[in-house]
């Protein structure tokens, strides 16, 4: 019989797991911390240790009304409470409660003593009292390095903690200790060399130093969970007003998305018309295009639409502030600053370094959670992708795709290219195939003149016009117009005609549009439309092979 066939007979023991509270770490712990084991937190100065062990207290007792014990070997608790009420935490009404208690084993001022044979039993003694006073399920030291530096021998060290931690586990509380590393790189997980060792769990909290954008970066990392699972990877971690955030990396999944039958209004008619009906919804659309060809005011025309059809929307813009995009609305005639004044449309601006590159995922999804959103436009993903390295910022638009598909929302991102004629490629990051609809806008040159091109790249699940046709942008916003006829290379930018079109080619062209418009708007069944298409495109052929024989 195959391990794997005993394994499949027996039933799985799960080990049982505390939350922490701790905003996305849980995620990344798969529900929590092992329940009733010892965990070892260490990191460099300034990684957040104490943050992460109190908060872990105040997170039992807020959510679970699980009383704690919090045991300071550094700081007095006059200070510690001082400095965490700063992240809005109520540590004097929790202590008067009996629900929070400390331990205080801070250093005296003339304390410079040598320890020889000491022992931990009269402090182990203290914390199981104040554990026992309050009925505490959970405990953190804070930290075992200031403790176990009266220590010289190692093996003194380990015995001592691993007792410390019998003790806390015979008596059914979970435990946090914090411990100091000296240096990020030295492989070393505490400052003595054995803590991990004697520990159920160990979690790095990482303090680097960005050498390319020049600023600290914090993270946190699970090295071990002893019988149980959790993430392996290096996830941001921010201290912020309120506390510890935890930014697990977007997690794509198409697991329970549905695909909807139904095409909704781009905003833009002559585009509904070349996508046959409209864009699907709950779909991803990506508009792509050098600067001034359009982008923004189809983005704009998007959410626009929405209002119309009663949808609610989201803009996130990161190239103009709001009054300027206000200003600009008003000239196409449209009241982007009364809708968002109704709640219609909620406008969000900013500039993407206003904000850590791992807050911006979060900050999305907070705001889709906060109202029911129809319709969702980032304007523009290449502002956002300055502040991520190339394999992260693609991570992030796969996972908040895969996100806003599982919530129902259609979106619009627009994307900057940087060749203004040329095309060479779609997105600098490729990230084509994550999207359902891609519209290329850009400039060509023709016959001295600069005119605006518009070109369906890719729709997904749908037919659609596979024409360049001209893209014209005035006062009463974007239309689209005919096809550029008996001209070639459009694409490069630097177009040329290479004869005068025949009329029998241009009527029939002309033909196929009226058809289209007529079905699109309602005015003819499918199978008539399919009947009509079908005969003009035997004479559209005809009418070509003829001019291409003449040539």
């Known amino acids: 019989m195959q391990i794997s066939d005993t394994i499949k007979k027996n039933k799985k023991v799960q080990v049982a797991k505390v939350p922490t509270g701790i905003e996305g770490f849980d995620d990344i712990a798969h529900g929590g911390i092992p329940k009733g084991r010892t965990t070892l937190v260490s990191g460099t100065s300034g990684s957040g240790k104490t943050v992460f062990a109190m908060e872990f207290l105040i997170g039992g007792i807020l959510q679970n009304n699980d009383p704690g014990v919090f045991v300071t070997f550094e700081e007095t608790p006059e200070d510690i409470t001082k400095n965490m009420s700063s992240f809005g935490w ?37 914390v199981l009292n104040a554990v026992k006073k309050v009925n505490a399920k959970r405990v953190s030291v804070d930290s075992i390095s200031a403790l176990f530096s009266r220590f010289r021998d190692q093996v003194v060290i380990r015995h001592e903690l691993y007792r410390l931690g019998s003790q806390l586990k015979r008596v059914g509380v979970t435990t946090i200790l914090t411990a100091e590393r000296i240096l990020e790189k030295d492989g070393q997980i505490g400052r003595f060399g054995v803590e991990e060792f004697v520990s159920d769990n160990v979690i790095l909290l ?15 990392e699970i090295l071990k969970f002893r019988g149980t699972t959790h993430e392996t990877q290096d996830t941001p971690l921010l201290v912020l007003e309120d506390g510890m ?6 997690r794509p999944t198409y697991k329970g998305h549905m695909s909807s039958d139904e095409k909704i209004a781009s905003g833009i008619p002559g585009l509904n018309k070349m996508l046959f009906g409209g864009i699907y919804k709950n779909s991803t659309n990506l508009v792509t295009g050098a600067s001034g060809t359009g982008k923004t005011v189809s983005a704009m025309a998007f959410i626009m639409e929405g209002v119309r059809q009663k949808e609610k929307g989201i803009y996130i813009a990161f190239e103009e502030s709001a009054e300027q995009l206000y200003r600009n609305a008003e000239s196409f005639g449209w009241d982007l600053r009364g809708e968002v004044k109704k709640g219609n449309i909620r406008l969000f601006t900013s500039v993407p370094e206003e904000l850590k590159a791992e807050e911006h995922f979060k ?3 907070d705001i889709v959670e906060e109202v029911d959103v129809d319709r969702f436009v980032i304007d523009s993903l290449s502002a956002l992708e300055r502040i991520y390295p190339p394999d992260r910022f693609r991570e992030f638009t796969i996972g908040l795709n895969a996100y806003l598909k599982g919530k129902k929302v259609t979106t619009m991102l627009t994307n900057t290219t940087t060749a203004l004629l040329d095309v060479s490629q779609i997105t600098e990051t490729h990230l084509s195939t994550a999207t359902d609809n891609i519209i290329l806008l850009k400039y060509i040159e023709l016959d001295g003149h600069m005119k605006r091109a518009i070109a369906l790249i890719k729709a997904r699940g749908s037919d659609h016009d596979k024409q360049v046709r001209e893209l014209i942008i005035d006062s ?4 689209i117009g005919h096809p550029f006829y008996g001209v070639e290379n459009l694409m490069a930018g630097s177009a040329k005609r290479v004869t005068k079109i025949p009329e029998s080619v241009a009527r029939t062209s002309r033909e196929i549009d009226r058809l289209r418009s007529e079905y699109v708007d309602g005015k003819m069944g499918k199978d008539e439309y399919e009947k009509e298409l079908a005969k003009l495109r035997v004479d559209q052929k ?10």
């Open 90 to 126: 109520p540590l004097k009404q929790l202590i008067k409660d009996k629900k929070l208690l400390f331990v205080d084993a801070s250093p005296v001022e003339d304390e410079s003593v040598e320890i020889g044979d000491y022992d931990l039993s009269g402090f182990i003694s203290r």
């Open 206 to 220: 990482h303090n680097y130093l960005d050498t390319i954008r020049g600023d600290r970066k914090r993270s946190v």
């Open 245 to 250: 955030h935890v930014f697990p990396r977007p």
């Open 363 to 365: 900050r999305f999804r």
């Open 476 to 479: 009463h916003g974007m239309s």
């Open 542 to 551: 005809g009418a070509e092979k003829e001019w291409t024989n003449n040539i």
